[in-house]
Each structure stands twice: as C-alpha cells, then as structure tokens.
C-alpha cells in the first residue's frame, strides 16, 4: 500500500520567512513524487516534481528515501505563496499508475 | 483549460436527490481519475479509469456512488440518495501512462446537499 502524510493542515509563516511544508511516505518500490498547488479560485496544478528537479517560483523539494520525505521548501515566502498544498505519489499497483494525494497543507503568508 | 472540462461547476440539490456530475477529458490520454476534495479530508481517490475501464473503484464511499466512462472523452459520476455529508469539490483529472506525468486537473464540481 502506498501512503501520503502531511502533519500540517495549516502553516502560517510571515513574508520573507523560510518555508517548510512537510510530505512522508509510505511506498515499497521506488517513488515518484510530486506537489500541486491550488490557488485561490484556481484549479489544481503541478507546481513540481522530484524527478525534474527543478526549482519553480523558489521552491525545491528534495526527496530523502532514509527519511521516505520529500519536504517542500522555499527560502523567503512571499504574500502570493499562500494556497493549498499537496503532495503526491504515484506508484505502480497490479500493473497500473496509481496516485495518492495527501490530505493537504494550506500555507499562509502573512504581511 | 487544461484539457478537462467539467459540468456543472456548481450542483445545489436536496438530501435523498441523484445527481450527476460529468467530466470531459481530451482524449489521447489514458487515465482518469474521478476525487473528492473537502477540508477535512483533503483530496480522496475515488475512482480511477485506463482506457475507459474502471481499474480501482475502492476509494468510492458507498455503492450510492458509481461512474462510468463510456468513451474516451466522457464520464459521469453519480451519487444516489445524496447525503449532506456528500457536499464537496469533486475533481476530474487525466494522466498519461508514464507514472512520471502531471495530472491536469478539471475545475471542480462544487456539490452542495441541503
């Protein structure tokens, strides 16, 4: 079985304050992970995905198998970070893709 | 939009009614997966398709929900006998094969039981 858990429903941090939003999982095999956002009002997109190890408005994740991590992080947040959050995984089940969301954490930056 | 439109954005209806929320994917990719968004829980699989087949159904609350996906550019999902604690954001999404690939998301159908 595969699992996806973020302990934060809600982080609030204030603008130029370093950003850490925390994923774990739970996976057997090897994982690809993921992070969508949703602004407000927006639907839900990519935001990034570890095996392009990219860097997109700031943010990085890095994912730790010893941990089993993948914490999204972004040194000085900014007030239009604030949105939901998301970690994904998607694995292989009997053969098929299948994604795993976790429950979210929905950032908010303060002035 | 990316590539997923759904229909309605917005369902009002009473507790005990049916409704029917429907997603249309661009064909060409072969997944579809049908979530349940709510504060609470966050994003819940309910369903997932590949090449119209239904593959994993086991995220579906109760047998008053089922969904079909007649074509490759169609699928419905229908809730029976609604409850309010069905009130929700149910989102439609698509992917490739890869397990590397993006999911692009619909809008969302915001359901509100009353």
């Known amino acids: 079985a595969q699992r996806v858990t973020q302990p934060e429903k809600l982080l609030s941090v204030f603008k130029g304050a370093p950003v850490e939003l925390k994923c774990n999982y739970s996976y057997s095999g090897s994982p690809e992970l993921f992070w969508y956002v949703q602004y407000s009002r927006q639907r839900l997109q990519l935001l990034l995905r570890h095996i392009s190890r990219e860097s997109i408005k700031g943010f990085t994740a890095d994912l730790n198998k010893g941990e089993t991590s993948f914490h999204l992080k972004k040194p000085f947040a900014q007030e239009e970070d604030s949105a939901m959050y998301y970690c994904a995984l998607s694995g292989n089940s009997g053969g098929y893709q299948k994604v795993t969301f976790g429950t979210g954490t929905k950032l908010q930056v303060i002035p | 939009d990316a590539g997923v439109i759904q229909s309605p954005r917005h369902e009002v209806t009473e507790m005990g009614q049916e409704v029917t929320l429907r997603c249309k994917p661009i064909?060409?990719?072969?997944?579809l997966f049908w979530y349940r968004q709510t504060m609470m829980r966050g994003l819940e699989l309910l369903i997932y398709?590949?090449?119209?087949?239904?593959?994993?159904d086991s995220g579906m609350p109760e047998d008053r929900f089922s969904a079909k996906m007649p074509n490759a550019s169609f699928s419905t999902l229908k809730i029976q006998r609604t409850q309010q604690e069905d009130s929700a954001v149910y989102l439609c999404a698509r992917s490739s094969t890869s397990r590397e690939d993006t999911q692009y998301f619909g809008p969302g159908t915001r359901l509100t039981v009353l």
């Open positions: 398709f590949n090449n119209n087949v239904p593959i994993d």
């Open positions: 064909s060409g990719h072969d997944y």
